[in-house]
């Protein structure tokens, strides 16, 4: 089964160019699809020495990490589609163990758990107690039996991410993407792996607004009966039948 690692990033011009060798390297069958979200570093310019072996996009401006990634599945040709952020805490290593419940038809949608390994050290208590609350709430709100929410390893069969009305453009993707799995009763299957943080300092990216938004999300998609009627999936007409 092909696999589409889809890619968006934002003024990640020092990681770039590592993190896509070794997406590259893993030898799989796969497609690469980096969205530039209208980085201003360079990153844009970094790109360009691997446009024969990616599909590069780019938003003029910065629109956020679920635009970028809504951007990207339209172009995607693969069976399987794969979250992969452009820096180096997730480790492209791990790919083949991720999709192979799927590969064998056990599961639909995979998730990669930082928790479930035991080792996998934080990227600061803050950050830790947030990803436990919204993995908390998740779970209590959709009646998940997850172990990591915000994780970036998130894959899925192609068909089943592109049925999802996505709508969010921020880091709300992962909230937005669990809750519709959770209001159409897509199981969740989680496989350990590992993890490699960075600090603020070193350019991470999520603020604790951004923990504020994924709460919200999580509430309004559990809540809102017009959100929820609209992220259901419409039934089937029957085909009129005409009689002579």
């Not at 350990?192 to 607004?209: A, D, M, T």
């Amino acid at each position: 089964m092909k696999l589409s690692v889809v890619m968006p990033v934002v003024n990640e011009a020092r990681t770039i160019g590592p993190i896509l060798e070794r997406v590259l390297a893993v030898p799989l069958e796969k497609e690469v699809i980096v969205v530039d979200d209208g980085s201003t570093d360079g990153t844009w310019e970094a790109l360009q020495r691997y446009a024969s072996s990616c599909t590069l996009l780019r938003h003029s401006r910065n629109r956020g990490k679920g635009a970028a990634i809504r951007t990207a599945l339209h172009h995607v040709t693969g069976d399987i589609v794969i979250t992969q952020d452009a820096d180096l805490e997730y480790d492209p290593e791990e790919y083949r163990k991720l999709i192979e419940p799927i590969v064998r038809g056990a599961a639909d949608v995979v998730y990669g758990s930082r928790l479930l390994n035991g080792r996998s050290p934080t990227a600061g208590f803050s950050f830790y107690l947030g990803g436990r609350f919204l993995t908390w709430l998740a779970n209590v709100l959709y009646g998940l039996h997850i172990t990591d929410e915000p994780t970036g390893y998130k894959v899925f069969r192609t068909k089943v991410i592109r049925s999802l009305p996505l709508v969010g453009n921020g880091f709300e993707f992962c909230p937005e993407v669990t809750a519709l799995l959770g209001l159409r009763h897509i199981p969740i299957l989680e496989v350990p792996i590992g993890y490699h943080p960075r600090s603020v300092s070193e350019g991470k990216k999520i603020r604790w607004r951004d923990g504020l938004k994924a709460i919200w999300t999580l509430l309004r998609y559990r809540f809102s009966r017009s959100t929820q009627s609209a992220c259901l999936p419409k039934p089937k007409t029957q085909p009129s039948v005409r009689h002579p």
